[in-house]
């Protein structure tokens, strides 16, 4: 999904398989929401981001969702206006910093001014959100969600290092075209995809470990 400058589009960073994290490229996920125990799917996050990207990941102190971002009209959270609420919050130390709710979120796409999405990130940029709320609509059950979760995470990260959306079929940042089923045949980057990251400085793991490509 692209936003005017900074572009912003859907999924994010972190360890490769068998790789050591790039010095100073620390990647935080920010849990923002119900801050009643851990955030639901994070686990299977941070696991995600350091199956695909050289990048440290750390998990910050769960905060409450920014009223500003509230959009009353339809009772849901701007994603632009959370975007500029995590770079506020980035550490000194970090590199990127992901959102992640449980609350429905949108953005204005084309004709539309308020689209829901999966997830929302910066173009080439910093920051990146991602919400649970449609990866659990026609879910096979918890661990289905969380997987769409994770790869959300990985698509919208893939923007913030240079990647739009890809025409190839499966690749992780194909356009889900305001469906969440797409997720589902999604399973790893293609080489188109790979080639431009290598041309943006950025290596993602080979063959990365993650629970959907390993389940196959």
């Given at each position: ?37 851990k ?7 941070v ?51 992901l ?25 080439p ?8 709320f ?71 793991a ?11």
């Open positions: 999904m692209v936003a005017p400058s900074p572009m912003v589009l859907l999924f994010t960073v972190a360890l490769g398989a068998g790789d050591a994290a790039v010095p100073g490229r620390t990647l935080y996920i920010q849990p923002l929401g119900s801050c009643a125990g955030a639901q799917g994070v686990d299977e996050v696991a995600a981001l350091r199956a695909f990207y050289p990048m440290d990941v750390r998990v910050l102190t769960c905060q409450e969702l920014p009223k500003a971002a509230y959009y009353p009209p339809r009772k849901r959270y701007r994603a632009e206006r959370l975007l500029a609420y995590l770079n506020q919050r980035m550490p000194k130390d970090g590199w990127r910093i959102g992640l709710t449980a609350v429905d979120i949108s953005t204005t796409k084309d004709n539309f001014p308020d689209w829901g999405v999966m997830g929302l990130g910066e173009l940029g910093t920051a990146t959100v991602i919400s649970s449609r990866c659990r609509k026609k879910a096979r059950n918890a661990a289905h969600a969380v997987e769409r979760l994770a790869k959300v995470a990985v698509h919208e990260i893939g923007h913030t290092l240079g990647l739009p959306h890809c025409p190839t079929r499966g690749c992780l940042m194909e356009d889900a075209m305001g469906k969440v089923t797409t997720t589902d045949r999604e399973r790893d980057f293609c080489p188109l995809c790979r080639a431009l990251a290598k041309k943006n400085g950025f290596i993602i080979d063959k990365a470990p993650a629970a959907w490509i390993q389940a196959r």
